[in-house]
């Protein structure tokens, strides 16, 4: 099989960008869009390593332009990697696949709709496909995501994981808890599209899950 003139690969915690021979700069736009194109929410705040067999720095600035501009990528940068830290990656990379693939999950996923009274409650990550009526309580040790209404209140990293996030397809809320932070809204009708809730700076924040995703900067999928 003869190797592509340009490829693309996951690498420790970015991606790496080779091009197998000299190519003219329009050429190398075409042949790297469509790979970009299939992997656009990873890209997006990755750093991306460029391995030009040697025209590195005639690239880097070009392609950099480039990627910011289309795919929001962090950084383009040369690969400047020797031997032994190309190695070191490969085995970080082939631990984390194994972590993933053996991983136990913690996560409550559950089905209908919670009624005014009632209440989830679980130590890790809480998945509700349905609604949360007003009076209705999810609380758990992680993040809560309600594949539908959250009209009730929900409480989130309990007691002290100030990383977790709410999310919500119908976000409406009477009351929301991030560890200790806490936030009554008031949400209202304007909210009733995809939101999340996090911890900023020492306070909740609500914002538009597809507008401004919360993990789009990572540079490589993670557990939670």
Known sequence: ???PLVSLKGVGDGLRLHIGSPL?????????????DRIRQLASGARITVDACGKEGELVSFLRDFL???????DVAPADM????????????????RSW?????DVLMMCGRVR???????KGHVLLM????????????????????????????????????????DFRPTRIQIADQVSTGPYGSANRSPHYACI???????????????FAKLPWPEPR
Do not use: W
Request: aromatic residues 2%; charged residues 25%.
């Open 130 to 169: 349905g609604d949360v009526n007003p009076g209705g309580e999810v609380m758990a040790g992680g993040d809560i995501i309600v594949l539908g209404s959250l009209c009730g209140s929900a409480a989130a990293g309990h007691p002290e994981k100030n990383d977790a996030i709410i999310v919500a397809l």
């Open 82 to 97: 020797s031997p032994g830290q190309s190695q070191q990656v490969r085995k970080r990379q082939r631990e984390a696949d």
């Open 1 to 3: 099989m003869v190797d």
């Open 101 to 105: 693939e053996n991983r136990r999950s």
């Open 116 to 122: 005014s009274g009632q209440k989830i409650q679980h």
């Open 68 to 74: 910011v501009r289309e795919y929001q990528v962090a």
């Open 24 to 36: 003219p700069k329009e050429q190398i736009l075409s042949e790297i869009t469509p790979l970009f």
């Open 200 to 214: 900023r700076e020492g306070a909740i924040v609500v914002a538009e899950y597809l507008d401004q995703p919360p």
